[in-house]
């Protein structure tokens, strides 16, 4: 690499191997959704609502484990965490740059190192949460949906933080307050 690139050229092989990162996500996401979604969300949450969040966040983080060892491992790419110290199997909450498509997954990694990769939540618009699947599968999640507007979110917002009110609940918040530089 020249002294002024900052990325590797994209060759064929790299983008094979992030094709198939890609799918191996996307379909193992769909099924923990669809098969372990409704049972951790749905089924256990008529009996209790811990029982169902820490299924809930099994299953999840089962999944997000496949991100760092695709990511990191496949496709070779290496990931470097500055700033404070992030403590582990603590109330977390997490603020970010979010300057592109897939930043947010990086806080994966982190989790994944700190033993919470079930329990992030991310604060996202709500836009988001209409997506065909992946909508339902914030919503199972507990995502908490953003318009933008503080006169609007405060009680969104207030509504779903209090659900967590049992220190039992795990909870690693995420928040980018920037938004994307495209939208």
Partial sequence: MSEGKRHRDLTPLRMCRGLMCLLVLLSTAFMMLVYF???????????????????????????????????????????????????????????????????????????????????????LKSSLMKLPVFGWGFHILEF????????????TMRQMLSTFKDPQDALWLALFPEGTDYT
């Fill in 144 to 155: 908490i949906s953003v318009e933008r507007k503080w006169e609007v979110d405060e009680s």
């Fill in 37 to 123: 979604g409704f049972l951790g969300a749905v089924m256990l949450r008529l009996f209790s609502i811990y029982y169902s969040r820490k299924t809930t966040s099994f299953f999840f983080g089962a999944w997000l484990a496949l991100w760092p060892f695709l990511f990191e491992k496949i496709n070779r790419t290496k990931v470097v965490f500055s700033g404070e110290t992030v403590p582990a199997r603590e109330r977390v909450l997490l603020i970010a740059n979010h300057r592109t498509e897939v930043d947010w997954m990086y806080l994966w990694d982190l989790a994944l190192r700190k033993g919470c990769q079930g329990y992030i939540k991310y604060i």
